[in-house]
Structures are given as C-alpha cells and as structure tokens.
C-alpha cells in the first residue's frame, strides 16, 4: 500500500498537537469538545458531553489485533501508543516468530497471544474488550463472526467484506452477540476530510453540483505474487482496496448515499498482474438523488489521490486527501490549513469511547454494509458494459 507512511519521531507530537486540536479549538465553529459531531460530518450526534466524559474515566478498552501485516505492524500498533481510551493489550498471529517479536516490543503476556486455531479461546479473556481484524478481505468475515461469538465488540478493518452477503452476517452475528460493530474509516477522525463533509453536507457554498474521487495506488513497482491481486482473498482489485475511498468520499459529501451508479472496466495492459479475476482499473459515476454526479476512478497501475466538489458558489479539493499525511487542500476561498493528525490513534479513541459507552461507532458495521452494496453494483454495472444500477 503505496498510502503507507511511517510514523516516526515526530508522531507523538503530531498526535497531541491534532488532538488537542480537535479538543481544544472551535474547529470549524463547532463547540469545545464536539469531537463526535465532527465525526459524523457535522450532523446532530445524539452523544452528550457526559457520556463523553464518563467514557474518557472509564478504564482504557483493551484491543487485540489480528493479523500482523503491514497495517497492523507501521500503523495501528504505534497508533495504540498514543490512545488514551485504548490500548494494545493482545494479537493473534499465526506465525510464532512475530508473536516472540511483538511480546518483547510491546510487553505483551502470553495469556493475551493467540494464533489462528485458539482464537476463539479470546472469549475467556476480560483483557481483550475489542478485537480489531486486520487480515485479508475475504477473511473479514469469518474472524468478525468468531470474535461476536466470543463477546467481543469489532473493529473491521475496510472492506468490510467481499460480498453484501458476508457483511450481513457480520452485522447479524455482531446484533446476535450485543457487541458493536465499527469499521476501520480513519478519515472520518480526520479534519481535511472533516472539513469536506462540513462544506458539502452544510452546504457552506450553496449546493453541490458535482464530486470527483480518484484514488490509485501502482502495484506493479512490487511483486505480483500478493493477496491484493488475488480474487479469493481480496474479492476484488483496486475498487475493493482503494476506490472504496472515493465511494466513501462521495457519500460523506453530500451525507447520503447514492441512488444508481453505472461503471466501466479499464483495459488491462499488464497481464502478469492482472490475470486473477482482479480489475486492473475501473471508472464509475454514482448519482444522488438530488441529481449530484460524483465521477469516481481507480486504478492498480497509476498513482492518483484526490477528492473535489464544486457547489454552487465555490470549489474544494483536497490532494493527497486518503494518504495518512501530508495532506493538501484549498477552497475557492484559499488554502485548507490543518495540523497532520494520527487518525489512526483517533479513530481507534473514538470507536473505544463509544463502545465504551454503548454507543455506535460513528462508521458502524451499517455503514460498511451500505458501503459492499455500492461496490457490488459498481462491479455488476462494469461487467455487464455500463448498465446503470439501482442500489437498494
Ligand atoms: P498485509 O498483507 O500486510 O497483512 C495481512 C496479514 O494477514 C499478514 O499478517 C498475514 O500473515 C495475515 N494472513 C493470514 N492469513 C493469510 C492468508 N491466507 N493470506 C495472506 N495473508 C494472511 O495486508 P495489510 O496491508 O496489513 O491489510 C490488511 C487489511 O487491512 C486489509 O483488509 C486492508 O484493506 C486493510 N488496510 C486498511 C488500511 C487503512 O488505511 N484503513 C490500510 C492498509 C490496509
């Protein structure tokens, strides 16, 4: 994942500096410490300051990773450094060298390490509050289901399943259980993106007239021989991977989802990579209700990253705008100016508070579903030539 930027020394004081942001400022005219209405786009959050603030006393939530590949290893494990709701407290992996590894990195005791085949054992282990999967796709739902049934809310990380199917079952397990189910949607966390939901859903430059989203990532600078390019375990190229960033940019401008959407296939000029039942491009176009047309690309052999909407009175784009830093925006009014920010670590907090206080994650398990819905019928439009699709 070209999106992958390693944190490094100046991490910590990244994290406190977005923190105390988001915090301690009137960000975008919002109130001190309206942190969730923030994150749901600045839409009402029924959440109020106390149970915030109970939350935050209650002890810190322990979370148990799952998969020790590279999200979890460069990011969520350094993020969990830095979180005050939650911290690392278990893994499991199935290779014993890395379990030796992380146990010694980050003090781990072996009561709360796991492998594949005494997962289900995390049940009896009131160490482990959440269990985050951070495995490959299509295996998203079979660990989601087990950690429901061991009684353990969930963090999955996107996409949240390979097929509506599965993420429905997830929900359903997850319903079963009483536990919460959220997604992994960092940008939610994170003021660039904030602030686009802010001026679509509010409607800062009157309405929007039309959106853009690309995001590519080149994977063929390194290895074909990887999961992502294997259909059964990522059930999809790069629309599964990364262009569900732009479905997902597309739906927390407007605050809706869309109505229809009709896509095209790319032509694959690499067979040695894409030769596994995966896309090696895809273009798309969602459209809303209200007549609103986001044009949406992605693709495994070019580098792209940006998110744009034009309203009625002004513009904003936001490039890089999915990467975890380095991010770069302006308006028709000027330049967008926000402090990086660990959204890792933000987003990890905030699941953890609301869980905490048994609420819903501001990305619950729904959004993921609404979210497999979409991309299905992205997917049923490009194979049948670009018939337009109803989504359901
Ligand atoms: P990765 O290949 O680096 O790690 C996958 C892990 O799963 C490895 O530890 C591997 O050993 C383990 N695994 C278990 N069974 C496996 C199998 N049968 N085949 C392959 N690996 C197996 O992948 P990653 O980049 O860490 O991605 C993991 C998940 O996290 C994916 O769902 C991905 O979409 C998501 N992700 C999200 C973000 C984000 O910004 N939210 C970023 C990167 C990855």
């Given amino acids: 994942m070209k999106n992958n930027?390693?944190?490094?020394?100046?991490?910590?004081?990244?994290?406190?500096?977005?923190?105390?942001?988001?915090?301690?400022?009137?960000?975008?005219?919002?109130?001190?410490?309206?942190?969730?209405?923030?994150?749901?786009?600045?839409?009402?959050?029924?959440?109020?300051?106390?149970?915030?603030?109970?939350?935050?006393?209650?002890?810190?939530?322990?979370?148990?990773?799952?998969?020790?590949?590279?999200?979890?290893?460069?990011?969520?494990?350094?993020?969990?450094?830095?979180?005050?709701?939650?911290?690392?407290?278990?893994?499991?992996?199935?290779?014993?060298?890395?379990?030796?590894?992380?146990?010694?990195?980050?003090?781990?005791?072996?009561?709360?390490?796991?492998?594949?085949?005494?997962?289900?054992?995390?049940?009896?282990?009131?160490?482990?509050?959440?269990?985050?999967?951070?495995?490959?796709?299509?295996?998203?739902?079979?660990?989601?289901?087990?950690?429901?049934?061991?009684?353990?809310?969930?963090?999955?990380?996107?996409?949240?399943?390979?097929?509506?199917?599965?993420?429905?079952?997830?929900?359903d397990a997850c319903r079963e259980n009483n536990v919460k189910l959220a997604i992994g949607y960092r940008l939610h966390y994170e003021p660039f993106n904030k602030r686009v939901m802010e001026l679509g859903q509010q409607q800062v430059y009157g309405k929007v007239q039309s959106i853009e989203a690309a995001n590519s990532q080149d994977m063929t600078k390194d290895s074909p021989d990887v999961w992502r390019l294997d259909k059964e375990l990522s059930g999809g190229g790069p629309l599964m991977d990364v262009g569900i960033y732009c479905v997902q940019g597309a739906c927390y401008t407007l605050g809706k989802a869309p109505a229809a959407v009709t896509a095209t296939f790319g032509e694959v000029t690499n067979q040695e990579y894409f030769n596994n039942g995966v896309e090696q491009s895809i273009s798309w176009q969602m459209e809303f209700e209200d007549g609103v047309i986001a044009t949406c690309r992605s693709s495994y052999a070019e580098e792209e990253n940006l998110l744009s909407g034009k309203a009625e009175n002004g513009w904003w784009k936001v490039d890089p705008v999915y990467a975890y830093e380095g991010k770069k925006g302006e308006t028709s009014e000027g330049k967008m100016d926000f402090p990086d920010v660990y959204e890792q670590a933000l987003q990890m907090d905030g699941q953890a508070q609301r869980f905490a206080s048994n609420q819903e994650s501001i990305v619950p398990g729904e959004m993921g579903l609404r979210d497999m819905k979409i991309l299905e019928a992205i997917y049923a439009s490009a194979r049948s030539g670009g018939k337009r699709i109803m989504i359901l």
């Fill in 5 to 171: 930027i390693h944190h490094s020394a100046s991490d910590r004081r990244r994290f406190i500096k977005g923190f105390s942001f988001v915090l301690g400022s009137t960000a975008f005219g919002l109130p001190l410490l309206s942190l969730s209405s923030c994150q749901s786009g600045g839409k009402t959050d029924e959440q109020s300051t106390e149970e915030i603030q109970a939350a935050a006393n209650s002890r810190k939530l322990g979370i148990a990773l799952v998969g020790l590949g590279q999200y979890s290893t460069e990011q969520l494990a350094p993020a969990l450094q830095e979180t005050a709701h939650c911290y690392l407290a278990g893994i499991v992996t199935g290779t014993p060298s890395k379990a030796e590894e992380w146990k010694s990195k980050y003090s781990i005791p072996d009561k709360n390490i796991y492998n594949y085949e005494t997962f289900d054992q995390i049940a009896d282990n009131p160490d482990i509050d959440i269990v985050y999967i951070v495995l490959p796709n299509s295996m998203h739902a079979e660990y989601t289901i087990r950690a429901a049934k061991a009684k353990k809310h969930v963090i999955c990380e996107k996409p949240m399943a390979t097929t509506v199917a599965d993420a429905q079952r997830m929900l």
